[in-house]
């Protein structure tokens, strides 16, 4: 059922997208829908975007949890994570048609909860390199990278690129870490 949302919302976008359209692309009825998520559409496009996000975090954390160094770790899961969200056709269709429908989600205080995931989910795997607070805000700052060039794009950096993601890791990522190391966390 969830695969089938995420397949119209690629092909419609959110708001063209009914649950008689999900019912269809999953081959059931709209009663089947309605007793699956008793919430409605709402609930379909909420537990498809929490999928979609575990997901990326399945994508992101098997890089994180294999390398052998805090660089490669990084630039691995930030090139995995780039790719898995340049390929989503739904996120992709929601940037270029109902941009508005992710501001709500990536900024203010509904924000919070996804860093706070990311953190939880991805936090321990680079604990091997670097303190637990420092792990836990440097999962935030890949994080909001992520989403910042994901929800507007650069031409210059390219988080599916490795030669940029190397980039940004090595001058920008690494030495905040290292500062990081030297001031004790309040």
């Given at each position: 059922?969830?695969?089938?949302?995420?397949?119209?919302?690629?092909?419609?976008?959110?708001?063209?997208?009914?649950?008689?359209?999900?019912?269809?692309?999953?081959?059931?009825s709209?009663?089947?829908?309605?007793?699956l998520?008793?919430?409605?559409?709402?609930?379909?496009?909420?537990?498809?975007?929490?999928?979609?996000?575990?997901?990326?975090?399945?994508?992101?954390?098997?890089?994180?949890?294999?390398?052998?160094?805090?660089?490669t770790?990084?630039?691995d899961?930030?090139?995995?994570?780039?790719?898995?969200?340049?390929?989503?056709?739904?996120?992709?269709?929601?940037?270029?048609?109902?941009?508005?429908?992710?501001?709500?989600?990536?900024?203010?205080?509904?924000?919070?909860?996804?860093?706070?995931?990311?953190?939880?989910?991805?936090?321990?795997l680079?604990?091997?390199?670097?303190?637990?607070?420092?792990?836990?805000?440097?999962?935030?700052?890949?994080a909001?990278?992520?989403?910042s060039?994901?929800s507007?794009?650069?031409?210059?950096?390219?988080?599916?690129?490795?030669?940029?993601?190397?980039?940004?890791?090595?001058r920008?990522?690494?030495?905040?870490?290292?500062?990081?190391?030297?001031?004790?966390?309040?």
């Amino acid at each position: 059922m969830l695969d089938a949302a995420v397949v119209c919302i690629a092909r419609w976008g959110v708001a063209k997208t009914t649950l008689e359209d999900v019912a269809r692309e999953a081959r059931c009825s709209r009663a089947t829908v309605y007793r699956l998520f008793p919430g409605g559409k709402q609930l379909v496009l909420e537990s498809a975007a929490r999928r979609e996000i575990e997901r990326l975090l399945e994508v992101v954390g098997s890089p994180l949890a294999t390398a052998h160094s805090l660089e490669t770790a990084l630039v691995d899961a930030m090139v995995a994570a780039g790719g898995f969200l340049k390929r989503n056709a739904a996120l992709q269709t929601i940037i270029a048609h109902e941009p508005e429908l992710l501001l709500p989600v990536v900024s203010f205080d509904q924000l919070d909860p996804l860093l706070a995931a990311c953190a939880a989910a991805l936090g321990p795997l680079v604990e091997r390199f670097v303190d637990p607070t420092t792990a836990a805000e440097l999962i935030e700052w890949c994080a909001r990278l992520m989403i910042s060039y994901t929800s507007e794009p650069s031409e210059r950096v390219d988080l599916s690129r490795r030669q940029d993601v190397e980039r940004l890791v090595q001058r920008h990522l690494l030495p905040g870490v290292a500062v990081a190391a030297l001031v004790p966390s309040s």
